[in-house]
């Protein structure tokens, strides 16, 4: 086995534990939950196998280099000092990505153009050539992260977010995030042991994340490709194992996963999508409008959705709202029902009390994972004596 490592996941707010689960199954050490982060060790192959594997993570990030900074000079000369020869070659191509949280530095693009200054003069003063910049497609993403006065230098092993997982390419006015339905998913208690719901699926991303867990596919099998695979020390062949072992280990699913929506575009594009993943035998997309709509059978039912917020899509936000309530307290016994809004005040329209509420973001909403529990027959009914 190789040598272990520090490194970093990000996440989005709220994952942070889910994350650190999926974590410690993988198999991580010294797991720690940070603020949309979680920190963790590991060797090369559980570098890339968190990059395959991980469903809440967006980046996966090593840390190379860290120290105290006093201002652009020294962060200049401190990171002129570094052996960026180790990562990077006259003829490759690099990035920066900064963020700072600082009294000194508040301005992430001159910090990324003192790092970029410095590598290139590095590079010129050893080999008389320079690497280039190629913001989209660098062989090299490197990550500078500035806290009042501490510099963390970072190399980014996932390049584009992990939430790009490569079977969506169809997307309906409002697509959410694939790494946000997944953590809701996962904050629903979503196991695949019973059937599921997205009554209003759009482009089917609750329905393609829903499955993967099921069959415990890796989430990112369906990546055009990592960060880490251009990188001067990527083993090919250890990552083909890494990828076989992962696939090894996906499971049968038993049950159904359906996904209905009343547009028609919309139920193409899910469908398409769905296909991308590959991942129709185990998914149906029918065009549906779900307040006119009944439960289809009497084993449980687990409802995970993403209704209009009237951010982007414009509704009647009262009468949606008590439909919703209505369809699902006479339609829908024996279902936990959960959905993401940024609509707080609507929730009121819905007419049932929810049994839990969880503070998320859609983007830069804050918003609530709701649940509402919709029993079999009345739920007073099965706490209330019989008449003697």
């Known amino acids: 086995m190789g040598k272990n490592f520090k490194m970093l996941a990000k996440t989005l707010f709220g994952f942070e534990e889910i994350l650190a689960k999926e974590l410690r199954n993988l198999g991580a050490g010294n797991v720690a939950v940070g603020t949309r982060n979680v920190s963790f060790e590991g060797d090369l192959g559980f570098m890339y196998k968190a990059n395959l594997c991980l469903r809440t993570a967006i980046k996966i990030i090593k840390p190379i280099h860290s120290f105290p900074v006093r201002n652009e000079d ?16 006259v003829h490759d191509t690099f990035a920066i990505d900064a963020t700072v949280h600082s009294d000194q530095f508040t301005h992430s693009l001159y910090v990324s153009q003192k790092t970029k200054d410095a590598i290139v003069d590095k590079f010129r003063d050893l080999e008389g050539k320079r690497p280039n910049v190629d913001v989209k497609h660098p062989d090299l993403r490197i ?54 719901l997205d009554p209003m699926c759009g482009s089917g991303t609750f329905l393609t994340e829903a499955a993967m867990i099921a069959c415990n596919i890796p989430a990112n099998i369906n990546r ?9 020390d990527f083993d090919a062949d250890l990552y083909a194992k890494i990828v076989q072992a992962s696939l090894n280990k996906v499971r049968e699913f038993h049950h159904t996963i359906v996904g209905y929506d009343k547009a028609p575009s919309a139920v193409r594009k899910a469908m398409e999508n769905v296909e991308n993943a590959n991942l129709s035998d185990y998914i149906a997309v029918k065009r549906q409008n779900f307040f006119m709509t009944k439960k289809q059978t009497e084993a449980p039912l687990h409802m995970v959705f993403n209704p209009p917020y009237g ?25 936990e029902a959960w959905f993401i809004t940024s609509n707080l005040p609507a929730l009121k329209f819905v007419g049932l009390r929810p049994s839990r509420k969880i503070k998320v973001y859609n983007s830069h909403l804050e918003s609530r994972l709701v649940k509402y529990e919709l029993y079999a027959g009345s739920k007073k009914a099965k706490h209330q004596k019989k008449p003697s």
């Open 74 to 89: 020294d962060l200049y000369r401190k990171m002129y000092q570094m052996e960026w020869t180790d990562f990077l070659g």
């Open 143 to 196: 990550n500078v992260h500035i806290h009042q006065n501490q510099c963390n230098v970072s190399l980014d092993s996932s390049g584009a977010s992990l939430h790009h997982r490569g079977y969506r390419t169809a997307t309906n006015i409002a697509p959410i995030n694939e790494v946000l339905a997944c953590g809701l998913i996962l904050l629903s208690g979503w196991d695949g042991q019973t059937d599921f």
């Open 224 to 232: 055009k490709g990592f960060a880490f695979e251009k990188w001067p």
């Open 311 to 335: 951010e982007r899509l414009d509704i009647d936000m009262e009468n949606f709202y008590a439909d919703l309530g209505d369809t699902l307290k006479q339609g829908y016994p024996g279902t």
